[in-house]
T-cell receptor, first 112, second 116 residues
Framework: RKEVEQDPGPFNVPEGATVAFNCTYS??????FFWYRQDCRKEPKLLMS???SGNEDGRFTAQLNRASQYISLLIRDSKLSDSATYLC?????????????FGTGTLLAVQP | NAGVTQTPKFRILKIGQSMTLQCTQD?????MYWYRQDPGMGLKLIYY???????DKGEVPNGYNVSRSTTEDFPLRLELAAPSQTSVYFC???????????????FGPGTRLTVT
């Protein structure tokens, strides 16, 4: 079983749609959780951290379910500029090394 | 601040050649990392460093070497290049100190390497 699993997509949605991505992780001792965004042929960039209570940043909402080892990202009112690959990222170690485990990503294509 | 810079942007190597991928950060981050990203795959950690003079292996270190003589620089050396090392290489950095840990990693723009 992969340490971090995501649906690769692609998700093709019209502008204005709401889209949700899911991610599962295998290590129950994982400490921290993130969503990164990667544009085509570019480097990954942090989109948002994911907190146990759930958190929102504008049109983006992230949820964490530790019992089910499941993370989600909801994007409301999709924009063309949201087209990218969304990487689910887990820190199974915490503390001294800041090591991260990356999922393979979910491709989102927002259509006009 | 330039952030994390990498050189070269592109490189084609012949099998058996060697090269060094350069990575520099100007954010005074103590942690630095090298990843490779193959098509349809997640980023895989090659090597990382928690400070000058300290390096450790990641998930896929075979065929690579690193050094960290300064806080700013973290070069990745490929010895005897093989086609399996064709990939996009990303360098990243982050900051941590006692009592404060930032897990955000800042990435460089990447080096696209082809070995033929």
């Amino acid at each position: 079983r992969k340490e971090v699993e995501q649906d690769p997509g692609p998700f093709n949605v019209p502008e204005g749609a709401t889209v949700a991505f899911n991610c599962t992780y295998s290590n129950s001792a994982s400490q921290s959780f993130f969503w990164y965004r990667q544009d085509c042929r570019k480097e990954p960039k942090l989109l948002m951290s994911v907190y146990s209570s759930g958190n929102e940043d504008g049109r983006f909402t992230a949820q964490l379910n530790r019992a089910s080892q499941y993370i989600s990202l909801l994007i409301r009112d999709s924009k063309l500029s949201d087209s990218a690959t969304y990487l689910c990222v887990v820190s199974p170690y915490g503390g001294a090394t800041n090591k991260l485990i990356f999922g393979t990503g979910t491709l989102l294509a927002v259509q006009p | 601040n330039a952030g994390v810079t990498q050189t070269p942007k592109f490189r084609i190597l012949k099998i058996g050649q060697s090269m060094t991928l350069q990575c520099t950060q100007d954010m005074n981050h103590n942690y630095m990392y090298w990843y490779r990203q193959d098509p349809g795959m997640g980023l895989k950690l090659i090597y990382y460093s928690v400070g000058a003079g300290i390096t450790d292996k990641g998930e896929v270190p075979n065929g690579y070497n690193v050094s960290r003589s300064t806080t700013e620089d973290f070069p990745l050396r490929l010895e005897l290049a093989a086609p399996s090392q064709t990939s996009v290489y990303f360098c990243a950095s982050s900051y941590s100190s006692s009592g404060r840990t930032s897990y955000e990693q800042y990435f460089g723009p990447g080096t696209r390497l082809t070995v033929t």
